[in-house]
């Protein structure tokens, strides 16, 4: 292998429709609180979305398209976007017109549906292939699943489909074992020949968690992070490794680091730096890219649910408690209904219903504490987990009488 680590950057672009608060007593269907998710959207496109687009399309020219990076952008996203923020979606256009950008597969509504229903899981990832294709004239290779939730299952339902040639996931320790995660790898089943039906790429949560959670923290030994310092950090992957994927929230940029935190001063100097710490050996890749030019090395087996949150990695975050798995055991028992209610006439039943699924909802109920506890309040729109749980389900009893169920 070549003495070299090329940067995979891959930036989760989403937005939930939130809920209005909605009683026992409320009976019309309009559950959501599009004042809330307008001014939300409005706020984040100002702080991160519009300054950090510009800025990538900006270095992709600087750097003659050398500079590349991922996107993978929920409809719930894109939809608020074409609503309440028009010119976000005409820069992320623009960055996909200059070949160094690329979009992610992923499901449509940022659902929990592999879990669930696998004919509803197929419904919006299509449904996703579609959007993606008629905004940014591209059509996926990689797939991320929702909060990148993986197992074999997923990996195994994927490459029947013969739709994706790699897979995003988390590169868990306990699983890894010796291993680093900066190597590509294949699911179980997947050895033998020059072309594995699918290919893993692990995210390197150390070096992602230092731009992504750690940069603004005073009290982190390695405060202030440079670029120069993380260039150095990346180069390091040389000779133990050769990709090093930098997995993260796209708000990261600006909304959860603030611009007075120096961010977009680190972006824009990471590439040259990036380059000069090794000239003509480093370099910066999309994930699709990733399969052509690195061959796995082995097997990443994974024979239970993980993902990036929490200190657990697992689906503690959302399935963590009864309230979140009767939640979600109870709205995945109306999708045929709902189906069928849309099939007779009601004709926005079904996408509201798309719309429940989005996982933050179950999130949202979420009864950790610590510091997972507290990124779980961060996010959350209410005043308690059992808020958002009678909330939640005030709003299914609505749709439940909707299907006719």
Same mark, same amino acid.
């Given at each position: 292998?070549?003495?070299?680590?090329?940067?995979?950057?891959?930036?989760? #672009?989403?937005? *939930?429709?939130?809920?209005?608060?909605?009683?026992?007593?409320?009976? %019309? *269907?309009?559950?959501?609180?599009?004042?809330?998710?307008?001014?939300?959207?409005?706020?984040?496109?100002?702080?991160?979305?519009?300054?950090?687009?510009?800025?990538? &399309?900006?270095?992709?020219?600087? +750097?003659?398209?050398?500079?590349?990076?991922?996107?993978?952008?929920?409809?719930?996203? @894109?939809?608020?976007?074409?609503?309440?923020?028009?010119? #976000?979606? %005409?820069?992320?256009?623009?960055?996909?017109?200059?070949?160094? !950008?690329?979009?992610?597969?992923?499901?449509?509504?940022?659902?929990?549906?592999? &879990?669930?229903?696998?004919?509803?899981?197929?419904?919006?990832?299509?449904?996703?292939?579609?959007?993606?294709?008629?905004?940014?004239?591209?059509?996926?290779?990689?797939?991320?699943?929702?909060?990148?939730?993986?197992?074999? /299952? @997923?990996?195994?339902?994927?490459? $029947?489909?013969?739709?994706?040639?790699?897979?995003?996931?988390?590169?868990?320790?306990?699983?890894?074992?010796?291993?680093?995660?900066?190597?590509?790898?294949?699911?179980?089943?997947?050895?033998?020949?020059?072309?594995?039906?699918?290919?893993?790429? &692990?995210?390197?949560?150390?070096?992602?968690?230092?731009?992504?959670?750690?940069?603004?923290?005073?009290?982190?030994?390695?405060?202030?992070?440079?670029?120069?310092?993380?260039?150095?950090?990346?180069?390091?992957?040389?000779?133990?490794?050769?990709?090093?994927?930098?997995?993260?929230?796209?708000?990261?940029?600006?909304?959860?680091?603030?611009?007075?935190?120096?961010?977009?001063?680190?972006?824009?100097?990471?590439? /040259?730096?990036?380059?000069?710490?090794?000239?003509?050996?480093?370099?910066?890749?999309?994930?699709?890219?990733? *399969?052509?030019?690195?061959?796995?090395?082995?097997?990443?087996?994974?024979?239970?649910?993980?993902?990036?949150?929490?200190?657990?990695?697992?689906?503690?975050?959302?399935?963590?408690?009864?309230?979140?798995?009767? $939640?979600?055991? /109870?709205?995945?028992?109306? /999708?045929?209904?709902?189906?069928?209610?849309?099939?007779?006439?009601?004709?926005?039943? @079904?996408?509201?219903?798309?719309?429940?699924?989005?996982?933050? +909802? #179950?999130?949202?109920? !979420?009864?950790?504490?610590?510091?997972?506890?507290?990124?779980?309040?961060?996010?959350? *729109?209410?005043?308690?987990?059992?808020?958002?749980?009678?909330?939640?389900?005030? #709003?299914?009893?609505?749709?439940?009488?909707?299907?006719?169920?």
């Amino acid at each position: 292998m070549p003495a070299m680590a090329s940067v995979c950057f891959y930036f989760q #672009v989403h937005q *939930p429709f939130r809920l209005r608060r909605y009683s026992v007593f409320d009976s %019309d *269907p309009f559950y959501f609180d599009n004042e809330a998710n307008a001014a939300i959207m409005r706020k984040v496109a100002e702080k991160c979305y519009r300054p950090a687009t510009s800025r990538i &399309l900006d270095l992709v020219r600087r +750097h003659e398209g050398r500079f590349r990076v991922s996107f993978s952008i929920t409809d719930t996203a @894109l939809e608020q976007m074409e609503l309440w923020a028009p010119d #976000v979606l %005409d820069l992320f256009r623009r960055l996909a017109a200059t070949g160094a !950008c690329e979009f992610l597969g992923e499901t449509s509504h940022h659902s929990l549906s592999f &879990l669930y229903s696998r004919s509803e899981f197929d419904a919006q990832v299509e449904r996703h292939e579609r959007r993606i294709q008629a905004l940014f004239g591209q059509v996926p290779q990689v797939f991320r699943n929702t909060e990148l939730i993986y197992g074999n /299952e @997923l990996a195994t339902h994927l490459a $029947a489909k013969g739709r994706y040639r790699a897979v995003c996931c988390e590169g868990v320790d306990g699983l890894l074992g010796y291993r680093s995660p900066n190597y590509t790898y294949v699911p179980p089943g997947g050895e033998g020949g020059d072309r594995p039906a699918i290919q893993l790429l &692990l995210k390197n949560f150390r070096l992602s968690d230092d731009i992504a959670f750690r940069f603004s923290n005073r009290g982190w030994p390695e405060w202030p992070l440079t670029a120069e310092k993380f260039a150095k950090w990346v180069n390091q992957i040389n000779g133990d490794g050769y990709i090093c994927n930098l997995f993260m929230d796209y708000e990261t940029l600006g909304e959860h680091q603030w611009s007075e935190t120096g961010i977009f001063e680190f972006l824009d100097a990471l590439p /040259e730096k990036i380059y000069d710490v090794n000239p003509g050996q480093n370099d910066f890749l999309c994930l699709s890219q990733v *399969p052509d030019t690195y061959a796995p090395v082995g097997t990443y087996d994974v024979p239970r649910w993980i993902s990036w949150a929490d200190s657990e990695r697992d689906l503690s975050a959302w399935l963590g408690n009864s309230m979140q798995d009767s $939640a979600a055991a /109870e709205l995945y028992r109306l /999708e045929a209904p709902v189906k069928a209610a849309h099939d007779r006439g009601d004709e926005w039943i @079904l996408e509201d219903w798309r719309k429940l699924t989005t996982s933050d +909802h #179950v999130y949202y109920m !979420c009864t950790k504490y610590w510091a997972d506890g507290d990124v779980h309040k961060y996010f959350s *729109p209410y005043d308690s987990p059992y808020d958002a749980y009678i909330n939640f389900m005030n #709003v299914l009893d609505n749709l439940r009488s909707r299907a006719g169920a």
